[in-house]
C-alpha cells in the first residue's frame, strides 16, 4: 500500500492543486470538489487531518458510512473514500513539522487521543460547538492565505484552540460514554432483580393478584413503573406484563405436566382468586385451556 511522505504528494494523490506551503494546508471541501478523487483507493500518510463536514452526502469514508460531522486522520492510518462533490466543510493537515513549532504539544498524543490510531472515530458536534469550530477554521483559512509576516504564529493558535475544543468534547464524550455503560448496568442489575422477585412471589404463600402487575414490582424495587417498564424494554425488548405473563405461563405449564393438582389447585397456588380466572389468563396468553394443554402439553 501506497504511503505518502509530503504533503504535496499528497494533494497530488487526491488530485487537488499543490499546498502554499510544505507542512501545513487547510482546505474548503467545496473548492476541492471541482477536481477531488471522489473515489479514492486506500493509502497511507504522515500526517495529522482534522475536518468538519457542513453538509454531504457519501457512500462511505475509510470503509463506514460517515455519519458524523467532526472527524480526523492520524499518521500512518489507512485512508480511503467514496463521496459525492456535495461537501461542504474545512479541514486542515499538517505534518510534524509544524507539530514540533509548538513548544506545548511535546505530549501531542497524550494532550489530543482522538488522533491516537485506536481512538481516531468520527464524533459529532453539537451546533453551538459546531458553529464555533467553523469560525475558527475560517480564521484559519484566512491567515493561510495572508501576507502577514507572523501569519503562522495565528495559524498554530487558533490550530490550538481548534485542538482544545474538540478535546473538550472529546472528554465529554468518553464521560457520557462511561455513564452509560454504568447506566446499562444499571438497567441490567434492575431487570435481574425484577425477574428474580417475579419469580420468588409466584411461590410465596402469601402474594395475591397484585403479583400480576408491574406496579407492584415496580414498589418493591422502589421505582416508578413506568421506568420499570421502559428499562425491561430496553434491555430485553419486552415489556414488563410480558415477562410476568411468561414467567407465570412457564410455571403454570410445569404444574400441568408434572403435578397431580388439579385446575383449580394449580390456580390457587398461582393466585387466581378463582379458578375461570386462571382458565381465561391461561387460553389469553397460549390459545389453550389449561386442561387442553395438559392433555397434549407438546403444543
Partial sequence: MKTITSIYDYCKEINIPSP?????????????????NLKQPPFRHEFYAIAIRNSGDNKEVNGKHLDSNLFFNSPYQIITWDIKPDWAGWYIIFDQEFKSLNP?????????????????????????YANFVNDIFEQIYNEYHSENKDK?????????????????????????????????????LLVSRFQSLVETMLTDEDSNSEIRQ?????????VH????????????????????????????????RQTNLSVKE??????????????SY?????????QQYRENPIL
Avoid: C
Fill in 20 to 36: 502554499k506551503h510544505p507542512f501545513f494546508d487547510i482546505r474548503k471541501f467545496e473548492d476541492n470538489a471541482k477536481t477531488v
Fill in 152 to 188: 503562522f504564529l495565528f495559524v498554530q493558535n487558533y490550530t490550538q484552540l481548534l485542538l482544545l475544543i474538540t478535546k473538550r468534547h472529546f472528554d465529554n464524550s468518553i464521560l457520557d460514554d462511561s455513564r452509560n455503560q454504568d447506566n446499562r448496568a444499571t438497567d441490567i
Fill in 282 to 290: 391461561f387460553k389469553k396468553i397460549t390459545q389453550l385451556t389449561p
Fill in 104 to 128: 506545548s504539544w511535546q505530549n501531542f498524543l497524550i494532550d489530543f487521543p482522538f488522533f491516537r490510531l485506536d481512538k481516531a472515530s468520527p464524533m459529532n458536534l453539537p451546533e453551538e
Fill in 214 to 222: 408491574p406496579s407492584f414490582y415496580a414498589d418493591k424495587l422502589l
Fill in 225 to 256: 413503573p413506568n421506568h420499570l417498564n421502559a428499562v425491561v424494554k430496553r434491555i430485553t425488548g419486552k415489556t414488563a406484563t410480558s415477562i410476568i405473563q411468561h414467567q407465570f405461563i412457564i410455571t403454570a405449564k410445569s404444574l400441568l
Fill in 266 to 279: 394449580i390456580a390457587f397456588r398461582l393466585h387466581f382468586h378463582e379458578p375461570t380466572h386462571f382458565n
